[in-house]
C-alpha cells in the first residue's frame, strides 16, 4: 500500500486546493458519488477519497484526476519503492541442471532486451511445443539473478489467471493491501509502478499460447527500466517486439544433452565421423574428459550411436529428455533405446491414421516411459489425473484430496488405485519417483509440474470412455475443493491459487463438449470468481458458457 506519508500529503492538498463543488467533480471522475463515502466537509471528504482508493489500489486513477485539475500544484509521485523490492525475484521453477546449448537464442534473448525491446521466444513447429521455450526463459532468468532486482515469473495461459498473478504481485510489493478486489485497478497500479520505479525488473510471460495479443497488451508495462520476455506458440506477437523463433536443437547440442541428462560416461566430444558435427565437436585433449581405457574409437562409436538417436528423435528437446531418462533409469544404451523407439515408431506408422511426425515422436518416447510407469502401482492414474489439471502447478495438496472423492458417484476402476495410492505416502512417493525418474513430472516444494504435450499425447492414447471419466474426476475435484467465499478473506489466497486448476479444467470441458449442470457450475464458479475482482470482461466468456449449458 502507499506510504501513509504521500496519503497524508494528497489528503492535505485536496483539502488546500479544492472547494465542495470541485471535489465532487473528482469523485465523480473516479467512478464514486459523492456522498457514497463520507457526509462531512471537505476535509473528511479527502480523507475517505484518498484511504478508499488506497485500499482499492485505485491511487494512480486518482492522481491523474487531481493533476488534470490542478496542474499548477506540486503532487507526489507514486514511485514509493516497497522495502523488499530489492531482488525480490518469484521464479517458480528451479534451475535445470541438465540445460545444455542454446548459447545463440540466449545471447540474441540478451542482446535484444539490453537494446530496451519487449523480446518473444516463439516457435513455429508444426504448431506443437517441445523444443523448450520455457527452458530457455528459465535459462536466462538464472543467468541474469543479479542484473535486475526483481524478475517475476507469469503464467500468461488465460486472461483471468494472468490478471491474478499481476494482482498478486501488487500485493506483494505492497502496492495494494490483502483485501483489495478490484483485479484491473490493481493490475494497474503495479504497472505504473513498474513504468515509474528505478529499479530493474524483468517480466517473464509463460505460455501465452491462448492469450490473443490484444489481451496481453492490456497486461504489459508500457514505460519503465525493465524488460519483458514473452514464450508462445503464437508468432502474431511481432507488434510487441522482436519475435526470435526457438528451433530444434543443433546435432552437437542434442547429443551433449543426450550424454548429459542421461549421465552417460563416455564423453561426447570425440573425433566425431565427417558431416556430423566436427566443428562443434572437437577432440578432447589426452585425459581430458576419457575414461581409464577408454579408446577414440569406442568414444566414436558412443558419439554415433547418440547421434543416431538423436536425429531418429528429430533433435526435439522434449523427445530427448524422455530418452535420456529412460536410459539413465535403465542403465540402457542409446543404441539400445534407439531400437526400442524404432520398432515401437514403425508401429505407429503403420497404423490407418498416419500421426504428425513430431506428435509420433512424441508419442513414441512416452509409450516406452509408460510402459515402465505401469510397473509401479497408481503412477499411471496419477499421471491420467495430472493430464486435466492445469500442468504449471497442481498442489500436491490438491492431489491428496482425490482419496475424499466418493467413488459410487465416479468411476471407481479408474479411481481407487489412485485413492490406494494418495493414501499411503510411501506408495505416493514410489508414484511420483517413477514419473520423475522417465521425466513425465516433476515436483517442486508442493507442487507438480508436467508438459503440455506430454497431457496432450497421454490424453490421445486414451479412449472415449476414460478421457470422460479422468475429466469428470477433475471437474469433480475441482468442484469439492473450491474454497472462494467472497465475505471471508481466508479463503481468497487458496481459491487465488486453485483459480488456474478451475480455468483449464472448464476449458477441456468445453473443448470435449462435456456439458453437465456440473461444467455450468463450475464455469459459475470463475465467471462469480472473476467478476467479484472486477475484470467483468474476462469473466463474460464463462457465464456464456454456464448459460450456454443451461439452456
Given at each position: 500500500m502507499v506510504d501513509s506519508k504521500i496519503r497524508k500529503q494528497l489528503i492535505d492538498l485536496i483539502s488546500q486546493h479544492f472547494n465542495a463543488t470541485e471535489l465532487e467533480r473528482i469523485y465523480i471522475a473516479v467512478g464514486l458519488g459523492y456522498d457514497s463515502l463520507s457526509s462531512g466537509g471537505v476535509q473528511d471528504r479527502a480523507v475517505a477519497l484518498?484511504?478508499?482508493?488506497?485500499?482499492?489500489?485505485?491511487?494512480?486513477?486518482?492522481?491523474?484526476?487531481?493533476?488534470?485539475?490542478?496542474?499548477?500544484?506540486?503532487?507526489?509521485?507514486?514511485?514509493?519503492?516497497?522495502?523488499?523490492?530489492?531482488?525480490?525475484?518469484?521464479?517458480?521453477?528451479?534451475?535445470?541442471?541438465?540445460?545444455?546449448?542454446?548459447?545463440?537464442?540466449?545471447?540474441q534473448v540478451a542482446d535484444t532486451l539490453s537494446a530496451g525491446q519487449t523480446t518473444v521466444v516463439t516457435q513455429t513447429i508444426a504448431g506443437l511445443g517441445g523444443v523448450g521455450k520455457t527452458q530457455v526463459a528459465l535459462a536466462y532468468c538464472y543467468a541474469h539473478l543479479d542484473d535486475y532486482d526483481l524478475i517475476q515469473w507469469l503464467n500468461a495461459d488465460s486472461e483471468p489467471g494472468l490478471g491474478e498473478e499481476l494482482m498478486s504481485l501488487a500485493r506483494r510489493l505492497g502496492l495494494v493491501p490483502a483485501n483489495v478486489t478490484d483485479q484491473q485497478a490493481a493490475v494497474q497500479t503495479v504497472l505504473h509502478w513498474l513504468g515509474q520505479t528505478s529499479h530493474k525488473w524483468l517480466l517473464v510471460y509463460d505460455n501465452a499460447d491462448q492469450i490473443e495479443p490484444a489481451q496481453l497488451t492490456r497486461h504489459l508495462p508500457r514505460t519503465g527500466h525493465g524488460h519483458v520476455l514473452i514464450t508462445s506458440r503464437n508468432p502474431n506477437y511481432g507488434g510487441l517486439g522482436q519475435v526470435l523463433e526457438l528451433g530444434l536443437f543443433e546435432l552437437a547440442e542434442a547429443v551433449d544433452f543426450l550424454f548429459q541428462r542421461s549421465g552417460a560416461a563416455i564423453d561426447p566430444h570425440p573425433n566425431p565421423p565427417p558431416g556430423r558435427g566436427r566443428e562443434l565437436a572437437p577432440s578432447p585433449s589426452k585425459g581430458e574428459g576419457w575414461g581409464e581405457g577408454e579408446s577414440l574409437e569406442r568414444k566414436s562409436k558412443a558419439w554415433q550411436e547418440a547421434a543416431d538417436l538423436a536425429e531418429a528423435l528429430g533433435r526435439l528437446p522434449l523427445a530427448l529428455e524422455h530418452a535420456a531418462a529412460y536410459v539413465a533409469s535403465k542403465s540402457s544404451s542409446f543404441a539400445k533405446y534407439h531400437a526400442l523407439f524404432t520398432e515401437r515408431h514403425n508401429e505407429l506408422w503403420q497404423r490407418a491414421e498416419k500421426p504428425e511426425r513430431y506428435h509420433a515422436t512424441i508419442s513414441t518416447t512416452w509409450e516406452l516411459a509408460f510402459d515402465e510407469i505401469k510397473k509401479t502401482p497408481g503412477a499411471l492414474d496419477l499421471l491420467n489425473l495430472c493430464c486435466f489439471l492445469d500442468p504449471e502447478g497442481i498442489p500436491l495438496d490438491l492431489v491428496l484430496q482425490i482419496a475424499t472423492l466418493p467413488v459410487e458417484t465416479l468411476h471407481a476402476t479408474s479411481l481407487r488405485p489412485l485413492q490406494t495410492a494418495v493414501a499411503d505416502e510411501l506408495a505416493l512417493d514410489d508414484a511420483l519417483g517413477a514419473l520423475r525418474r522417465y521425466s513425465l513430472m516433476q515436483r517442486a516444494e508442493d507442487a507438480l509440474t508436467l508438459h503440455r504435450l506430454v497431457q496432450a499425447v497421454a490424453r490421445s492414447r486414451m479412449d472415449d470412455e476414460l478421457r470422460q471419466n479422468w475429466l469428470e474426476t477433475a471437474l469433480e475435484l475441482m468442484l469439492k475443493n473450491w474454497p472462494f467465499r467472497q465475505n471471508q478473506m481466508e479463503t481468497w489466497e487458496d481459491s487465488k491459487t486453485l483459480l488456474p486448476q478451475l480455468i483449464f479444467v472448464a476449458g477441456l470441458a468445453h473443448a470435449q463438449k462435456f456439458e453437465t449442470e456440473r461444467a455450468a457450475t463450475l464455469n459459475g464458479h470463475i465467471d462469480f470468481y472473476v467478476d467479484f475482482f472486477g475484470n467483468k470482461r474476462a469473466a463474460l466468456p464463462f457465464s456464456q458458457r454456464a448459460l450456454a449449458i443451461r439452456e
Open positions: 484518498v484511504e478508499h482508493q488506497a485500499r482499492h489500489g485505485r491511487l494512480p486513477a486518482l492522481l491523474k484526476e487531481l493533476k488534470a485539475a490542478r496542474p499548477q500544484v506540486n503532487w507526489p509521485e507514486l514511485t514509493d519503492t516497497p522495502a523488499d523490492a530489492t531482488r525480490l525475484h518469484h521464479i517458480p521453477h528451479p534451475q535445470n541442471p541438465n540445460f545444455t546449448g542454446r548459447a545463440q537464442i540466449l545471447q
